[in-house]
C-alpha cells in the first residue's frame, strides 16, 4: 500500500461532495418549508439566516425565495398583494428553469395570498395546480396537504357541505396524511358542522354541534399525541364554543381553565381568540339561572365587536346570530330585528371588502406588463453583462489556476511548519519536565536546609538547660551513694549528714532551674505555631490599653537611662486580639532597649525610643523607633528567621522576632515592617486592621 500525502488526507477529510451538499440544502430548504407551515414561528428567522450563508444551485436559490414569502418567513413586502405580484415572477422564474417542485411551492403559497385577500374562488385554482404539481413530483403526502388547505377555503366561501363531503373522501386514506393535515381536515369538517348547526335552531342544529364537538376532540387528541401546542388551544377554545352552544356547563368550564393555562402560545392563533372565550362564558349565562345577565353581557360583547375591523367578522356574525335567536326566544324581537340588520350589515360589508381587495389585485396586475417590459429591458442588459462576464471569468479561470498552484505550495508549506512546530512543542514539554524535576529536588533540599536549621537550633538552645540537669542529677545522685554508704557505717557525724543534704538542696535547686529554662523554651517554640493562641476576639479602647502597658515600660526604661516618648491618638475602638497585641509590642520594646539601645553609655546623645499610635482609615498604625546603633543591612532580611539571632548562645534564642511575625500575620491579619533610620537607629511599622477578622488563618 502507498501512504497517502498529508495534503490529499486532510483535503479527504474536510471535504463535501457537491451531491452531498445539495441535498443537505434540499433538506433545510423542505425544514425551513415545514416550519412556516406548521407555525413554528419562532425558529424560522435563524434557520433561514443559515441557508443564506450556503452555496445554492439555481433550483435551490429559487426555492428560497419562495421559501421567504411563506408565513412567518422574512417578508420585506407591505402587503399581500406585493407578494403576490411576487409570487407570479417567481412562477415565471420555475417556468424557465422547468422546476414542477418551485412551480408547486409557487402556487402553495399563491393560494395563502390569495386566500388571505379573500379571493377564495382563485385560491381554490391554486390549489388545484398545486395538487397537480406535487403528485407529478410524486410527493402525495404534499399533494393531500393541499387538498385539506382548499377544505379551509372552501369554509371561507361557505361551502360547508362540499367540506364535510371532501373531508370524508380525505379521511378515508388517512395513511397519506400527517398530523397537521389530519388535524385541518378533522377542523374543516367540525367548522362545517358547527355553522351549519349555527344557522338553524332545531333538532338538527344539535346533532350537527354534537358532530363538531366529536371531531374537535378528536383534534385535540391528536395535538396531544404529537406535541402541537398551536392545535391545543385552538382545539380547547372550539370544544369550548360548542360545550356552550350544547350549554354545557363543566366541560366549557374545564376547556376555558386549560385555555388560561396556555395564553403563552395565542400569540400564534387569532389574535381575537379572546372574543371568543368571553363569548363561551356568556352562552354559559345565558342557558343558565342568571340569563338575564348573559343576555346583557352578549349585548354588551356584541357592542364591543362592533368598534372592531372586519378580521373580527367570524366572532362578531356567531354572536348577532345568538342575540337574534335569544331574542326571539325570549321576545327582545326589537334587539333580535337590531340584530339582523347589523348582521345584513356585516356581510355587506364582507362583500364591500372583497370587492375592493379584488380591485387592488385587479390595479396590481393591470401594472405588471409594465413590470414585464422593466424585465425585458433587465434581461438584455443582463446579456450583454453575461458575455462581459464570461471574458472576465476566463481570466479569472486563469488566475485561479495560478492561486491554486501557490496554494499547493503554502500547504505544504504549512504542513512543515507544523510538523517542526509539533517537534518544537514536545522539545519544550520534555524541558518542561525535566525542569519540574529540578524544581522538585530544590524544594526538597530547601525543606531538609530549614528543617535542619530548626533542629540546630533547638538543639543549641535546649543542650544547655538538660545538660545542667544532667550534671545537677549526677552529682545529686553521687551524693546520695555517700550519703548511704556512711549510713551503712559507724562514723556518720551530724555535721556530714547536714553538708550532704545541703548539697543535694542545691543540686535540686539547680535541676528545677535547668527544667524550668527547658519548659521556658518548650512553650516558645509552641508560641511559633499561631494555632496555640486561644485567645477569642473582643472590642477594646487602644489608647487606654497602651498608656496602661506602656507605664511598666517606662518604669524599665527609666532604670536604663532612656526615654520613652509616647504619641497616642485618643479614643480608638479596636475589635482584634488586645492579649497577642501586647505580646507583639513588649517584644519589639524589649528588642529595642536589648539590642537596639545596649550601649547607651557609649553614645555621646540620650538614648531614645518613640511609640507613636495612629489610625489610617480602618487600619491601626504603630511606629517604634529608637535612636541606637540600627541593624546590619545584611540581617534585615533574616529578621523574622527562627533562631536567628546576634547574641545566640548569648542569652538570646532568635525566636522573638519570628513569633511576632506569625502573630501580626496569621493571627492580626496584618503587617509588619523593619528598616534602619535615617541617621541612625530603627524602625519597627506595624499596620494592624481595626476589626480583626473572626478566623486566623493558619500556614501549614
Not at 686 to 700: D, G, K, Q, W
Request: glycine residues 4%; negative net charge; aromatic residues 6%.
Amino acid at each position: 500500500m502507498t501512504e497517502s500525502s498529508p495534503e490529499s488526507s486532510f483535503a479527504t477529510t474536510f471535504h463535501l461532495t457537491d451531491s452531498h451538499n445539495q441535498a443537505l440544502v434540499d433538506a433545510l430548504l423542505e425544514k425551513g418549508r415545514m416550519l412556516c407551515i406548521s407555525g413554528q414561528f419562532a425558529e424560522i428567522p435563524p434557520h433561514l439566516s443559515h441557508i443564506a450563508r450556503l452555496e445554492l444551485t439555481p433550483e435551490q436559490a429559487i426555492l428560497f425565495e419562495i421559501l421567504q414569502l411563506y408565513p412567518g418567513a422574512w417578508q420585506s413586502y407591505f402587503h399581500d398583494s406585493q407578494r403576490l405580484q411576487r409570487a407570479n415572477t417567481l412562477l415565471e422564474l420555475a417556468q424557465v428553469l422547468d422546476s414542477k417542485l418551485a412551480r408547486a411551492w409557487v402556487w402553495e403559497i399563491m393560494q395563502h395570498l390569495q386566500n388571505s385577500l379573500l379571493l377564495h374562488h382563485a385560491a381554490l385554482h391554486s390549489t388545484a395546480m398545486a395538487v397537480e404539481l406535487f403528485e407529478q413530483c410524486d410527493r402525495k403526502r404534499d399533494a393531500f396537504n393541499i387538498k385539506v388547505s382548499r377544505c379551509l377555503i372552501m369554509i371561507s366561501c361557505e361551502m360547508y357541505r362540499e367540506v364535510i363531503e371532501m373531508s370524508e373522501q380525505l379521511l378515508s386514506e388517512r395513511e397519506h396524511l400527517d398530523p397537521i393535515a389530519l388535524c385541518n381536515i378533522l377542523r374543516s369538517a367540525a367548522s362545517a358542522h358547527y355553522f351549519i348547526g349555527t344557522e338553524s335552531d332545531n333538532q338538527d342544529s344539535e346533532t350537527c354541534l354534537l358532530k363538531a364537538l366529536d371531531l374537535h376532540q378528536e383534534v385535540l387528541r391528536i395535538a396531544n399525541n404529537f406535541q402541537i401546542p398551536k392545535f391545543e388551544l385552538i382545539s380547547h377554545t372550539n370544544i369550548a364554543i360548542v360545550n356552550a352552544c350544547l350549554g354545557r356547563a363543566e366541560p366549557t368550564t374545564y376547556h376555558l381553565l386549560k385555555i388560561e393555562g396556555m395564553q403563552v402560545d395565542a400569540k400564534n392563533v387569532s389574535p381575537h381568540w379572546i372574543f371568543w372565550i368571553r363569548f363561551c362564558d356568556t352562552l354559559l349565562l345565558c342557558q343558565s339561572k342568571e340569563f338575564e345577565k348573559g343576555w346583557l353581557q352578549l349585548q354588551q360583547l356584541e357592542l364591543e365587536l362592533q368598534s372592531l375591523d372586519l378580521n373580527a367578522a367570524a366572532v362578531h356574525d356567531s354572536v348577532l346570530r345568538k342575540l337574534i335567536m335569544f331574542g326571539r326566544r325570549w321576545g327582545h324581537l326589537d334587539i333580535a330585528l337590531d340584530a339582523s340588520l347589523r348582521l345584513a350589515d356585516l356581510n355587506s360589508k364582507r362583500r364591500r371588502q372583497l370587492s375592493k381587495t379584488l380591485s387592488a389585485t385587479v390595479e396590481d396586475i393591470m401594472a405588471m406588463p409594465k413590470l414585464l417590459h422593466k424585465n425585458q429591458q433587465l434581461s438584455q442588459h443582463g446579456h450583454q453583462l453575461e458575455t462581459s462576464l464570461a471574458r472576465q471569468n476566463a481570466e479569472l479561470n486563469t488566475t485561479l489556476e495560478r492561486l491554486q498552484a501557490e496554494a499547493t505550495i503554502r500547504k505544504k508549506a504549512e504542513y512543515a511548519l507544523y510538523q517542526a512546530h509539533a517537534k518544537l512543542e514536545q522539545q519544550i514539554q520534555s524541558r518542561t519536565q525535566e525542569l519540574e524535576a529540578a524544581m522538585d529536588i530544590v524544594m526538597r533540599q530547601e525543606k531538609q536546609l530549614a528543617l535542619g536549621r530548626l533542629v540546630v537550633g533547638i538543639a543549641h538552645e535546649m543542650n544547655t538547660p538538660l545538660g545542667n540537669a544532667l550534671m545537677a542529677a549526677s552529682t545529686m545522685e553521687d551524693y546520695c551513694q555517700q550519703l548511704l554508704h556512711e549510713l551503712n557505717g559507724t562514723t556518720l557525724k551530724r555535721s556530714q549528714l547536714q553538708q550532704s543534704l545541703q548539697a543535694l538542696s542545691q543540686g535540686n535547686q539547680l535541676l528545677n532551674h535547668a527544667l524550668e529554662t527547658a519548659s521556658s523554651l518548650v512553650q516558645r517554640f509552641r508560641a511559633l505555631a499561631i494555632e496555640q493562641h486561644s485567645e477569642s476576639i473582643e472590642e477594646f479602647e487602644l489608647s487606654k490599653l497602651c498608656l496602661r502597658f506602656l507605664e511598666d515600660w517606662r518604669r524599665k526604661c527609666q532604670e536604663k537611662q532612656v526615654h520613652l516618648e509616647i504619641d497616642l491618638t485618643p479614643d480608638l475602638i479596636m475589635h482584634s486580639y488586645p492579649n497577642a497585641l501586647c505580646q507583639v509590642l513588649d517584644q519589639v520594646l524589649d528588642n529595642a532597649l536589648t539590642h537596639g539601645l545596649q550601649n547607651t553609655d557609649q553614645q555621646d546623645h540620650a538614648s531614645h525610643i518613640l511609640f507613636k499610635l495612629k489610625a489610617v482609615g480602618q487600619e491601626i498604625h504603630i511606629d517604634i523607633s529608637d535612636n541606637g546603633s540600627g541593624i546590619d543591612e545584611s540581617h534585615l532580611k533574616r529578621l523574622f528567621e527562627p533562631f536567628f539571632s546576634r547574641q545566640l548562645g548569648h542569652g538570646g534564642m532568635g525566636l522573638g522576632l519570628s513569633i511576632v511575625d506569625s502573630l501580626i500575620k496569621d493571627l492580626l491579619r496584618g503587617q509588619i515592617k523593619i528598616s534602619n533610620r535615617e541617621g541612625g537607629g530603627t524602625l519597627v511599622e506595624i499596620h494592624v486592621p481595626r476589626v480583626c477578622p473572626t478566623s486566623p488563618l493558619t500556614n501549614h
